[in-house]
């Protein structure tokens, strides 16, 4: 090992560029995995089998102190005490194994990052070069300065010695490009670490960063679904009549819409091949799956056994999906913006059509549920939220920033906005019941196929946007959500309820009078 961001520490031992075939190896002879009967190396977290946001923290300092929507969601710590930390991992560093790549993070040759990963185990390295994009098939302009990302699951933080809260610590250096994991064995904060540091560098280039998946259509049209884990953006995107683009995170330029990863982090829970063709098929040798239970006897995966978790995953490289933009990078603007949203009131249509101002309103928001157990803490399987711009825990800075760029591009692009409703119906969760696959693809289908933009629609009471009187592939009852109610006063009262948590969440939000008179309207 020579460096660690020109710093020099000696590990006892480093592995440097290793290819897939051999991390894979490295990672069963090291009893970090072991292969499915698939192929895929399968891998248990232990403890934290999600995301850890109470444990997430960015450097202060005179770069950040302005500019950094600081609080419960973006956490300060001083650059004492991650320097002391930094040189405690360095010094750790000293007597173990290092795997190391050189990766980049964004698919564009004038937004991407070169990243040097070094990772304690081989499977995070493997999960790290089959979720960014190897920079030997990727070359971007010029010669930028190089993040680091440290991750070492078996160094576990102290909260008195280090001033952090748990043995479990990401810290993000803004300034020093650097990012230090201790004690986390979930690999998903590796790449939401990174998807946290562009959210924070591209608005300056007005670039729009995007918790979203992304496809484009056989004529060059292309759509962008933004949602939480869980909501249907790895699966809905993963259309066979389209190319995909990302599963998770863009960016949307003047001209462009690109990819920041080179690969897909789907959620295995109940998956089948019926329902999610490209993403079952994807699952083999190469791809990482965590959390999965194996037969014993088998060794074949068990999608239905959440009892580790309902967070199952899988990571798989972009070359893993037949029907995809190799480039990761589309020069052509979004024609369809789709807002999804998980609702357990069961009061919101299975689609509603958004003016730009409405799609601000929506999407500043974030109005939807944490399914599945996707952060450490959670103590129901799902639960309402309301995470700004879809994605809360990776935005630093303050949320007008992002919705001032949502404003422009869409303004720019003339796209059409849709809210689309991957929850309950009928009835609120636990008495109504979920949107099927099928439907949801079936609405899905009419917005790519531009039937919503034509098709008859009224306005929904209250939240004031248009839902269609009739749509190919759904019921015509469910399209007005309170025909699907047996007690249209139980529907009243939900609604209402919703409604006023909508108002409620957005007194926090600084927008012009325009953005917050298009929201609920009691």
């Not at 891998?43 to 109470?54: A, D, E, F, L």
């Not at 990174?194 to 992304?214: Q, T």
């Not at 609405?443 to 629609?457: G, N, S, Y």
């Not at 939000?509 to 309207?521: E, H, L, N, W, Y």
């Amino acid at each position: 090992m020579s460096s660690i961001h020109c710093v020099t520490p000696l590990s006892a031992k480093s592995f440097r560029h290793l290819t897939t075939e051999a991390l894979i190896q490295a990672a069963v002879e090291r009893h970090e995995g072991v292969l499915a009967a698939n192929g895929a190396l399968c891998v248990n977290t232990g403890t934290r089998t999600g995301r850890s946001p109470k444990d997430k923290f960015i450097v202060r300092d005179g770069n950040t102190e302005e500019t950094i929507d600081w609080g419960v969601i973006n956490q300060p710590i001083s650059e004492v005490r991650f320097q002391a930390l930094w040189q405690k991992a360095l010094d750790y560093v000293q007597h173990i194994d290092l795997f190391v790549s050189e990766l980049q993070v964004g698919a564009d040759p004038h937004y991407y990052l070169p990243v040097t990963v070094l990772t304690e185990y081989a499977w995070h390295n493997l999960f790290a070069r089959q979720l960014f994009i190897d920079e030997p098939h990727f070359h971007g302009h010029g010669n930028k300065p190089k993040w680091t990302i440290l991750s070492l699951p078996n160094f576990k933080t102290d909260p008195q010695r280090d001033g952090v809260h748990s043995d479990a610590t990401l810290i993000i250096h803004l300034s020093e490009r650097k990012v230090l994991l201790c004690g986390h064995r979930y690999a998903g904060e590796i790449k939401k670490a990174m998807f946290s540091v562009l959210n924070y560098l591209l608005p300056e280039h007005e670039v729009l960063p995007m918790h979203c998946s992304a496809n484009v259509g056989k004529e060059g049209d292309v759509a962008l679904f933004f949602g939480l884990s869980g909501t249907g953006k790895t699966t809905l995107s993963a259309d066979p009549e389209r190319y995909l683009i990302g599963d998770d995170e863009h960016g949307w330029s003047e001209n462009s819409v690109f990819n920041f990863e080179g690969g897909c982090y789907a959620k295995c829970i109940d998956l089948s091949p019926e329902c999610e063709p490209l993403i079952w098929k994807a699952i083999r040798h190469g791809a990482v799956i965590e959390n999965v239970v194996l037969d014993p006897k088998t060794g074949v995966p068990d999608y239905h056994d959440a009892s580790l978790t309902q967070n199952t995953r899988v990571a798989y490289p972009l070359e893993f999906i037949e029907e995809r933009v190799p480039e990761g990078r589309v020069e052509r603007l979004p024609s369809a913006v789709i807002l999804l949203t998980c609702d357990l009131y069961g009061v919101l249509p299975p689609v509603a059509r958004l003016t730009h101002e409405q799609a601000v309103y929506y999407f500043l928001s974030g109005y939807t549920a944490l399914v599945g157990s996707t952060e450490v803490g959670q103590k129901e399987p799902i639960q309402t939220t309301f995470s700004t711009c879809f994605g809360a825990p990776f935005f630093p800075r303050f949320p007008k920033v992002y919705a001032d760029l949502l404003l422009k591009r869409l303004h720019s692009s003339d796209a059409t906005v849709y809210l689309v409703n991957t929850g309950w119906t009928g009835g609120p969760y636990g008495q109504g019941e979920r949107f099927s696959i099928p439907a949801t693809r079936a609405v899905i289908h009419a917005i790519l196929t531009h039937q919503l933009k034509t098709v008859e629609c009224e306005q929904l009471p209250g939240f004031n946007f248009a839902i269609p009187k009739t749509l190919a592939g759904v019921e015509t009852r469910q399209l007005n959500p309170k025909q699907t109610w047996v007690d249209p006063q139980a529907y009243d009262k939900k609604a209402q309820e919703l409604m006023q948590k909508f108002i409620d969440n957005f007194k926090k939000f600084d927008v012009d009078a325009t953005i917050r008179q298009s929201g609920p309207q009691r």
